[in-house]
């Protein structure tokens, strides 16, 4: 399976400050998306990371709230705009297609951000 | 959209016992059904999948189960162990995995 990695693992920020969260794939990879993950929920899926295009959200998730970028097919960005206490929550990148053959979707170890 | 229902939200089972989770969706046109053990700390990491063209789907202790008329799929777990410990999720999607809509997870213990 591709390696992905996700930085930073983990970080405590200011409410109404911006945290921009990196995911990194070993091998180039067809889809990418960002999840959600509440303390002690399930995951969420906030939208798909388009490369070169805007990335396309789920119902309730904005681009002003979680600007994504996307400029190749092995990395992408996820930023959480103006934070707030209810922005506190584990934030996942997963990835489909490092093959013709692999249609499975993997996930990143997450970042766990707290928003204080 | 779909909706997926997941139970029972937390399973203590005794080691070398079985384990059953079981997950219904909504949307008759899904056809991809995975499911993910997710451990303390890290992300969610693929134990086994099914798609609809296929009944059921083994991979040594862990097999998985679909009943596309019920809509309904489960997960078996055989001779458990203390490793197998973890919150399990199901999920399911009309495509591959392109759009995965999560159940809301189980929180299994074995117990030694």
């Given amino acids: 399976s591709a390696v992905i990695s996700q930085k930073p693992s983990r970080d ?19 889809m990418m998306f960002w999840y959600r993950q509440q303390p002690g929920q399930s995951l969420t899926l906030i939208a798909t990371a388009n490369q070169g295009s ?19 097919l092995t990395f992408s960005t996820l930023t959480v705009s103006n934070m707030s ?8 990148c997963s990835v489909v297609g ?11 170890q997450g970042t766990r951000l707290t928003v204080v | ?10 399973l203590s089972v005794q080691e070398g016992d079985s384990a059953v989770i079981k997950c219904t969706y909504s949307d008759s046109a899904s056809n991809y059904f995975p499911w993910y053990k997710q451990e303390l700390g890290k ?3 693929l134990i086994i999948d099914i798609r609809s063209n296929v009944g059921e789907k083994k991979d040594q202790r862990i097999a998985v189960t679909l009943n596309k ?23 399911a999607s009309p ?12 929180q299994l213990t074995v117990l030694p």
């Fill in chain 1, 12 to 30: 405590i920020c200011q409410r109404g400050t911006s945290l921009t969260i990196q995911c990194q794939v070993d091998s180039q990879v067809t």
């Fill in chain 1, 54 to 72: 805007e990335a396309t959200y789920e119902s309730g998730f904005v681009i002003d709230k979680f600007p994504i970028s996307r400029p190749n």
């Fill in chain 1, 85 to 92: 206490p209810e922005d506190s929550s584990i934030y996942l």
């Fill in chain 1, 98 to 108: 490092w093959s013709p053959m692999n249609t499975e979707a993997f996930f990143g």
């Fill in chain 2, 1 to 10: 959209g779909e909706n997926v229902e997941q139970h029972p939200s937390t």
């Fill in chain 2, 43 to 45: 992300g969610p990491q």
């Fill in chain 2, 69 to 91: 008329t019920a809509k309904h799929f489960s997960l078996h777990i055989t001779e458990t162990q203390p490793e197998d410990s973890a919150v399990y999720f199901c999920a």
């Fill in chain 2, 95 to 106: 495509g591959s995995a392109r759009q995965l809509t999560f159940g809301s997870g189980t």
